[in-house]
């Protein structure tokens, strides 16, 4: 234990495999592992794998059909032999375990994590002590297995912050833009400074409650329960185009908090470049945005018109498109513009699941 205490100080990472080592140690076995359960495919797949079963590191078993899900589901130690004699898949693996001694782990106080387990040369090899040595073990893994998840969180959460700063940065400078966008445009239609001045405002303020849906937020646990509509995210957005005709169509989708963050960014960053040089920028222009739901992600088109014609490709614009293709890429999906002379139009694709959170 001392041992596992000076691995967990020198870092949460390597304590694990210390843990299967120290198993199959004091337990003399041939064999050892942690298999953690994955709820989105209900399996458990193995980590750290020791001894004569090291080559199946990765491999994954069912959560419903193996003695890993007995475990859990009677939450103390199973001791099983010959499991082969029941489970299909360890005969296809030509794997035979003489006597297998498993113990469930749990992260924090009752959350399931998985089991570590240890397997025997020969039947009847395990007895109480080992149990009691395996419960041990098991505790400590899950501590360990908890700092690490806590560990790569917040090196995310850093390296989400960094890109936090650069965006503000960018979208300071877009805010600028856009800002002098609409007083050149307000001015060209207001008879008085009095009409403008309450035009101006009236759109600033919109600008405002839109970039408000732009932000980056982190519960202790990297997630999120609050969620909005994939229709008012875009619609806010677009609110501070009013003098541009913007026509939306497709259902209702459900967005989480993160997912909010993301989508907001990406269609404030194609409306940035809209005012700035396409649809609208110009009192004619007008912006269509379509989606849909097929084979589970969602569909999105965006299409100008009515914008300055284009004439040819123009070059990446810099840290505006890396923006968007970056942030639609860590979201799992995938993004394509097309330029025509109307105007350009911009595919985007994401996983309906990437959008839960």
């Known amino acids: 234990m001392r041992d596992l205490a000076r691995q967990m100080a020198g870092g949460s990472g390597q304590v694990l495999p210390v843990l299967v080592d120290s198993a199959l140690e004091l337990c003399d076995a041939v064999a050892g592992g942690i298999s953690i359960f994955e709820k989105p495919g209900e399996v458990f797949r193995w980590h750290h794998l020791r001894g004569t079963l090291e080559k199946f590191t990765g491999a994954?078993?069912?959560?419903?059909?193996?003695?890993?899900?007995?475990?859990?589901?009677?939450?103390?130690?199973?001791?099983?032999?010959?499991?082969?004699?029941?489970y299909s898949w360890l005969v296809d693996a030509r794997v035979s375990l003489p006597e297998c001694l498993l113990v469930p782990l749990f992260a924090g106080a009752a959350e399931p994590l998985g089991t570590l387990w240890v397997v025997s040369e020969s039947v009847e090899h395990f007895h109480a002590g080992h149990v009691s040595t395996m419960q041990e073990l098991a505790e400590f893994a899950g501590?360990?297995?908890e700092v690490r998840q806590k560990e790569e969180r917040l090196r995310t959460a850093l390296e989400e912050q960094e890109i936090l700063t650069r965006e503000m940065g960018h979208?300071?400078?877009?805010?600028?833009?856009?800002?002098?966008?609409?007083?050149?445009?307000?001015?060209?239609?207001?008879?008085?400074?009095?009409?403008?001045a309450e035009t101006l405002s009236g759109r600033l303020h919109a600008l405002a409650d839109a970039n408000a849906l732009i932000r980056r937020t982190f519960s202790p646990t990297g997630r999120s329960s609050n969620a909005s509509d994939l229709r008012e995210i875009i619609t806010a957005v677009m609110r501070p185009y009013a003098h541009a005709e913007a026509t939306l169509n497709g259902p209702a989708v459900s967005v989480g908090e993160h997912a909010t963050n993301a989508i907001a960014l990406v269609f404030h960053e194609m409306a940035t470049n809209a005012a700035k040089y396409g649809a609208l920028s110009t009192e004619g222009g007008s912006v269509t945005i379509d989606w849909s739901i097929e084979d589970e992600r969602l569909k999105l088109l965006w299409r100008e018109t009515?914008?300055?014609?284009?004439?040819?490709?123009?070059?990446?614009?810099?840290l505006g498109t890396s923006l968007v293709t970056n942030t639609i890429t860590r979201q799992g999906g995938t993004i394509?513009?097309?330029?025509h002379i109307e105007g350009v139009q911009v595919q985007i694709a994401l996983p309906l699941n990437s959008l839960s959170h």
């Open 60 to 86: 994954t078993t069912p959560r419903n059909y193996s003695p890993c899900g007995i475990t859990l589901d009677h939450a103390k130690p199973v001791l099983v032999q010959k499991p082969e004699r029941v």
């Open 171 to 196: 979208r300071v400078k877009n805010l600028f833009a856009i800002a002098d966008s609409m007083i050149r445009l307000s001015a060209r239609r207001s008879a008085t400074k009095e009409q403008m």
């Open 306 to 318: 009515g914008g300055p014609a284009i004439t040819s490709e123009p070059a990446p614009s810099g």
């Open 143 to 145: 501590i360990a297995w």
């Open 336 to 339: 394509a513009t097309t330029w």
